[in-house]
């Protein structure tokens, strides 16, 4: 299964953790705003089912972060023997 090794780039970590609380307070942070601006215009609150979204936050914030942390993890073996990031991280992608 030649054609799933860039998918090889997502790796679990730190920066996948940060990745799911930054996107799910990101989420919080934006409809406390909707919030704030609904009330003062004196009109009726959002009615969203906030637990799904914080889900889809979750997840989405999940890959961002795997994403981040697999660039991290190469980027630190390719610092480790001293090469050019750009051409490691190719490398790494299309073994």
């Given at each position: ?36 601006d ?34 991290a ?23």
């Amino acid at each position: 299964m030649e054609f799933l090794k860039p998918l090889s780039i997502f790796t679990f970590g730190a920066y996948s953790a940060a990745g799911v609380a930054a996107m799910i307070a990101l989420y919080f942070l934006f409809y406390g705003a909707r919030c704030m601006d609904l009330w003062m215009k004196r009109q009726p609150m959002p009615s969203d089912r906030v637990w799904a979204y914080v889900v889809i936050a979750a997840v989405l914030g999940l890959i961002a972060g795997s994403f981040v942390q697999g660039l991290a993890d190469i980027y630190a073996g390719c610092a480790a023997y001293g090469q050019p990031v750009g051409p490691c991280l190719f490398q790494q992608i299309v073994q």
